[in-house]
């Protein structure tokens, strides 16, 4: 199953331009929904403003070459493994989210627009790369959903409340998790059966609300966060540090209470 190409075997009923207008549309939902997002929030323009501020409080000019080697730092460290999110779980359980959301996507794309024919020979990696990339996004995006997420985690919040702020993982995991199940029943090939076009059903509901959902969930963080990491680590670099004060100069005090516990409280 894992090397069979599941929209070659969907070209037998489905036209292979349908697909690839699926998939523009859902580009374009996202630039839509990024854009009203950005209007309404106006978080872009308080970025640039910011930005500007605190250039005036810069103790020192960059020069080209140190701005690159700040950027490729935070290229390799904040962006590609998420450093943010420190060492632990939360850190792996994204990058195994991301990775696969990237891995599946592009897959997705190749498969659509390269390989939708129903006589399309499909070379056999990226169908393997399309279903390790939703199985991939469906653990990280399990892990954080139902140990990891903040309400859960630190607010004792039963794992089946479900807000709006999960929109984003939620449809995710739905996508990913709907696309596997479609493709294994495509496989079983169940003749007249309903069940593979139910869940191909499932799979095309899930991405729109991914897609067209970004305003209201969090999908355009994954524009937002490298942005915002470049330019922390730019601040931080020219001293301007966003007008945030240094780090004091003394001790670190806090008491026998800090070895209570774990820190997850937020
Ligand atoms: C394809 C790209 C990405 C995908 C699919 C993705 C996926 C996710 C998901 C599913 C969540 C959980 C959302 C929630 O709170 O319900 C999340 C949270 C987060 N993401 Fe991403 N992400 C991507 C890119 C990035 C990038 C590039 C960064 C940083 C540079 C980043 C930083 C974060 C942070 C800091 C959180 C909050 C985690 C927490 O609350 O513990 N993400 N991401």
Request: proline share 4%; glycine share 6%; with cysteine.
């Amino acid at each position: 199953m894992l090397s069979i190409n599941p929209y070659a075997i969907l070209a037998e009923t489905v036209s292979p331009v349908f697909m690839q207008s699926f998939v523009v549309a859902m580009i374009i939902l996202v630039v839509i929904g990024t854009i009203v997002d950005i209007v309404h929030k106006k978080n872009v323009k308080y970025f640039f403003e910011n930005a500007k501020k605190a250039k005036l409080a810069a103790t020192k000019t960059l020069s080209t070459g140190e701005k690159i080697s700040v950027i490729s730092k935070t290229i390799v460290s904040d962006i590609a493994t998420t450093s943010e999110l420190g060492k632990g779980q939360r850190r792996i359980a994204h990058v195994l989210g991301m990775y696969g959301t990237v891995l599946f996507w592009i897959s997705s794309v190749i498969l659509i627009f390269c390989y939708s024919n129903a006589s399309s020979d499909t070379p056999s990696v990226w169908p393997i790369i399309w279903h390790l990339g939703a199985i991939m996004t469906v653990l990280g995006g399990s892990w954080f959903w139902f140990f990891l997420r903040v309400d859960v985690y630190s607010e004792a919040q039963p794992w089946y409340r479900i807000i709006k702020a999960d929109l984003f993982v939620l449809a995710l995991i739905a996508s990913s998790s709907f696309g596997l199940i479609w493709s294994y029943l495509q496989f079983l090939n169940l003749q007249d059966r309903w069940d593979d076009k139910v869940f191909l059903v499932f799979y095309i509901i899930s991405n729109l609300v991914l897609f067209g959902g970004v305003y209201w969930s969090k999908f355009a963080h994954m524009f937002y966060k490298p942005g915002a990491a470049i330019q922390k680590n730019l601040a931080e670099a020219d001293g301007s540090r966003d007008n945030l004060p240094p780090p004091a100069d003394a001790p670190e005090q806090f008491g026998l209470g800090i070895k209570r516990e774990e820190p997850k409280h937020y």
